[in-house]
């Protein structure tokens, strides 16, 4: 596998549902991000960690929950979810989090449906 | 704060008709710039980038050149295909920031 590579790629779910999305990346980077794309609206960032320590968090809803057990893996914990959380998420990744050079790598996105 | 405004789509063309899709953006300093496309059922690429003013990013026959003065990093094509069809997001980054600042995103559908 090269790149970023996200799994599932399609997921329903009910609203009283658990379950993760994961995404892991294969470029040796240190940062990763989760984004939120819904259609018709810009690109949302969710979250970001750096060498594993989040050191971003827009305001998300707690029926969200980042985790990064290395600099290779994040998940996005998903419950108690609402169908306006239905969109694309997106993870990325970049060589650092901070740098003037902050060209991020995405991967396909898992597209939620929350029913 | 820091943002990015691009033109609203979408843009229909005809294959081999020439592209623009402007981006402006509001920054303190000297941000870098890109481009990313996003083709449909994908996640976003970067297409193109510009690190310093006047700087021509290019790639796969586009073409976008950092405008200091306009505070603009509009995107350019000399002909389009039909494979071009996709969403583009100009983006923008800043040192010692640690996320990229995107525009809404341009759709472009091309017809043969």
């Known amino acids: 596998e090269t790149g970023v590579t996200q799994t599932p790629r399609h997921l329903v779910m009910g609203m009283t549902n658990k379950k993760s999305l994961k995404c892991e990346q294969h470029?040796?980077?240190?940062?990763m991000y989760w984004y939120k794309q819904s259609a018709k609206k810009p690109l949302e960032l969710m979250f970001v960690?750096?060498?594993?320590?989040?050191?971003e968090n827009n305001s998300v809803p707690s029926r969200f929950s980042p985790e990064c057990p290395n600099s290779s893996h994040l998940f996005l914990h998903l419950h108690t979810l609402q169908p306006e959380d239905s969109a694309l998420y997106l993870c990325?990744?970049?060589?650092?989090?901070?740098?003037?050079?902050?060209?991020?790598?995405f991967g396909p996105g898992t597209r939620l449906t929350v029913l | 704060g820091n943002s990015v405004t691009q033109m609203e789509g979408p843009v229909t063309l005809s294959e081999e008709a020439f592209l623009t899709i402007n981006c402006t953006y509001t920054?303190?300093?000297?941000?870098?710039l890109f481009w990313y496309v996003q083709y449909p059922g994908e996640g976003l690429q970067l297409l193109l980038k510009?690190?310093?003013?006047?700087d021509k990013g290019s790639n796969k026959g586009f073409e976008a050149t950092y405008r200091k003065e306009t505070t603009s990093f509009h995107l350019e094509k000399g002909s389009v295909q039909v494979s071009d069809s996709a969403v583009y997001f100009c983006?923008?980054?800043?040192?010692?920031?640690?996320?990229?600042?995107f525009g809404a995103g341009t759709r472009l559908a091309v017809h043969p």
């Open positions: 510009a690190t310093k003013a006047d």
């Open positions: 470029l040796g980077h240190n940062a």
């Open positions: 983006a923008l980054s800043q040192e010692g920031y640690n996320k990229l600042i």
């Open positions: 960690y750096s060498l594993e320590e989040r050191v």
């Open positions: 920054a303190t300093g000297y941000p870098s």
């Open positions: 990325a990744s970049s060589p650092t989090s901070v740098g003037i050079y902050n060209e991020q790598f």
